[in-house]
């Protein structure tokens, strides 16, 4: 697979994520404010590029969107500074961390990972990349949106997240060695809510772009349109 940012393309290596990262979702899922980023992992496999088919996963019963900020890394690092962490930024873009969230509420009350609920496949439909250029891009103050069949369902400002940019780079790079080609979804903004078979998604910011999916039943086209980046 190969992604795109600008003109030029990468080879993802991995996709992080961070759950509960602004305070309006965590309350209305009902859970508690995280002390550190909590992350948990996509499989590459799982990314969906732009206007490729996407379909309703074959379990679980209520499919939520959640819009969230995405960045790529240009460069090895581990324990990145926050003063430099937007140094390793290689391009910015939006996508939807896909959940199954009566599967994940049923995972933690088990206290069970959270795969099954979150990484399933074609859970990470992800947009184009923007080459990241400080003077054009305030990753610190970007607005973004979700909308389902035209209605908007969520609105985000990176300003607020619990945990900004600078701090989940910091972090991730003390656990892991950051690499060119990680991907990072950095939390999503309150207003998720379900998806069902028929309805259109568009997630758009003014500074990176605008992405669109449409759900289809699980089987209902005879064919898999699968984009190449
Ligand atoms: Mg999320």
Redesign the pocket.
């Given at each position: 697979m190969q992604i795109l940012i600008d003109q030029q393309s990468f080879t993802p290596n991995r996709v992080f994520?961070?759950?509960?990262?602004y305070g309006e979702?965590v309350k209305e899922l009902g859970g508690k404010t995280p002390e550190e980023p909590v992350v948990f992992m996509k499989p590459v496999s799982s990314i969906v590029a732009p206007g490729e088919s996407l379909f309703m996963p074959r379990h679980g019963n209520l499919l939520h969107h959640?819009v969230?900020v995405v960045l790529s890394i240009s460069r090895e690092g581990q324990d990145i500074p926050q003063a430099n962490a937007l140094s390793f930024i290689a391009g910015v873009s939006l996508g939807l961390?896909l959940?199954l969230r009566d599967v994940q509420v049923r995972l933690k009350k088990s206290g069970l990972p959270w795969e099954l609920s979150?990484s399933f496949e074609q859970s990470a439909p992800l947009g184009l990349f923007k080459a990241y250029n400080p003077d054009s891009i305030d990753l610190e103050n970007l607005s973004f949106t979700c909308s389902v069949n035209g209605k908007l369902r969520q609105q985000g400002k990176t300003r607020d997240m619990i945990f900004p940019i600078k701090n989940l780079i910091h972090t991730l790079s003390g656990w892991w060695t950051l690499r060119p080609g990680d991907i990072i979804?950095t939390?999503?903004p309150a207003g998720?809510g379900p998806l069902k078979a028929g309805d259109r998604v568009d997630i758009e910011s003014p500074d990176i772009g605008l992405f669109s999916w449409t759900l289809f039943t699980f089987g209902e086209i005879g064919y898999f349109y699968r984009r190449v980046f």
């Open positions: 994520c961070i759950g509960k990262n979702h959640e969230e961390d959940t979150k979804f939390g999503t998720v």
